[in-house]
C-alpha cells in the first residue's frame, strides 16, 4: 500500500505524540539509567563539605585558599543509538493485530524519541539481503522525525535478510562504542560471526519481533504457502497433528539458537510478539538494566 504524502505526514504526527507520551511517562529515567554514559568529566570545584569523598579534594586550590575544595564531576552522557531495521519481504506478515512491520515502526519511533529526548544522537540502518539505507547518527527533532517517516515508508529493493552484512557495515560504519538495537525476525543465520566481533565493540539489543502464527499453524486442511522472501510455494497439510508440531518445534529450536548466539556475543535479546504490549516489555528491560 503506498500512503500519499498527506497520509505520511498525519501519520508521522500520530507517531510522535504517541512516542513522546511513552517516553516521558513511561520511560522517565529508565532509558537514562539503563545506557551509561561514556564516564565522568571535571565540572568545577567547590568548598569541601563534610560528606564529600575525601579522594577527589582538590590540595592544589585548597592550599591556594586555605581551606578545602572539592572537585565536582558530571557523567559524559552523549551516546549514539543505532537502529538496524530489518525491511524484508517477512516484516510484512501479520495476523493479529499489527504486521511485523507496523510493530518495528513503532518500536523504532520510541527509541528514536528516547534517545533525542536524551540528548543522545540516533541513526538507522535499513537492511534486506543488503543494506538498503544509511542514516548517520545525528540529534535534535527534525532529525527524528525524518526518521519515523523513513521507518513508515522504507520500501525495500530485495525481499531476503541478510543480517550479518548489516553488521558489518555498522561494525565499520560506527568507529565509537554506540547502544544497537536490532528489529528483526531473525529469520537469517548468516550472522553468527558478525554478531560476535559488534558485540565486543558496541552494546548490542536484538528485539525479535513475530507473528502468532511464526509460532502456530492453524487446523485449516490443505493449504499453498509461499516463502516471502524466496518466492517459493510448497502444500502442506494443516489438519496434521504431526506438521503443527514439526513447524511449532522448529520455532522453538530457532529461538533457541538466536537466543545463545546472543548470549555468546555479550548481547541482549527480547522477544516481542505482534500482539504484545511492547511498552512492558522494553520498561521491564530498562529497569532491569539499570
Known amino acids: 500500500m503506498v500512503l500519499t504524502t498527506a497520509e505520511i505526514l498525519k501519520k508521522v504526527k500520530e507517531l510522535e505524540i504517541k512516542s513522546k507520551k511513552i517516553t516521558q511517562h513511561l520511560f522517565t529515567g529508565e532509558y537514562h539509567s539503563a545506557f551509561k554514559g561514556r564516564g565522568m568529566s571535571f565540572r568545577e570545584v567547590r568548598e569541601y563539605y563534610p560528606g564529600d569523598d575525601i579522594r577527589f579534594i582538590d590540595w592544589n586550590v585548597s592550599a591556594r585558599f586555605s581551606t578545602p575544595f572539592t572537585k565536582l564531576f558530571e557523567e559524559e552522557r552523549e551516546l549514539t543509538v543505532m537502529l538496524l531495521v530489518d525491511v524484508s519481504a517477512s516484516s510484512l506478515f501479520g495476523t493479529v493485530h499489527a504486521r511485523k512491520k507496523d510493530l518495528v515502526t513503532e518500536i523504532g519511533a520510541v527509541l528514536t ?3 533525542i529526548s536524551n540528548n543522545d544522537k540516533v541513526g538507522v540502518i535499513f537492511f534486506s539481503d543488503k543494506v538498503e539505507k544509511y542514516i548517520p547518527p545525528k540529534k535534535g527533532k527534525q532529525h527524528a522525525l525524518y526518521i519515523v517517516r523513513e521507518l513508515l515508508t522504507a520500501e525495500p529493493k530485495r525481499k531476503g535478510t541478510n543480517l550479518g552484512d548489516a ?4 561494525s565499520n560504519s560506527t568507529r565509537q562504542k554506540s547502544i544497537s538495537f536490532i528489529l528483526s525476525d531473525f529469520l537469517d543465520d548468516s550472522f553468527t560471526e558478525s554478531i560476535k566481533v559488534a558485540g565486543k565493540k558496541h552494546d548490542i539489543i536484538g528485539i ?9 499453524l492453524p487446523d485449516a486442511g490443505l ?3 509461499m516463502d516471502a522472501e524466496t518466492g517459493s510455494n ?4 494443516s489438519s496434521d497433528y504431526w506438521v503443527r508440531q514439526q513447524y511449532e518445534k522448529r520455532f522453538f529450536e530457532h529461538t533457541e539458537w538466536c537466543k545463545n548466539l546472543f548470549l555468546k556475543s555479550g548481547s541482549d535479546l527480547l522477544h516481542v510478539r505482534t500482539d504484545d504490549d511492547y511498552v512492558k ?3 521491564k528491560f530498562f529497569i532491569a538494566r539499570s
Not at 167 to 170: H, I, Q, T, V
Not at 210 to 216: A, E, I, N, S, T
Not at 234 to 237: C, E, F, Q, V, Y
Open 234 to 237: 510448497t502444500w502442506i497439510d
Open 281 to 283: 516489555i522494553l520498561q
Open 167 to 170: 553488521l558489518r557495515f555498522f
Open 223 to 225: 493449504l499453498q504457502v
Open 113 to 115: 524519541f528516547s534517545a
Open 208 to 216: 525479535k519481533v513475530y507473528d502468532k502464527m511464526d509460532v502456530q
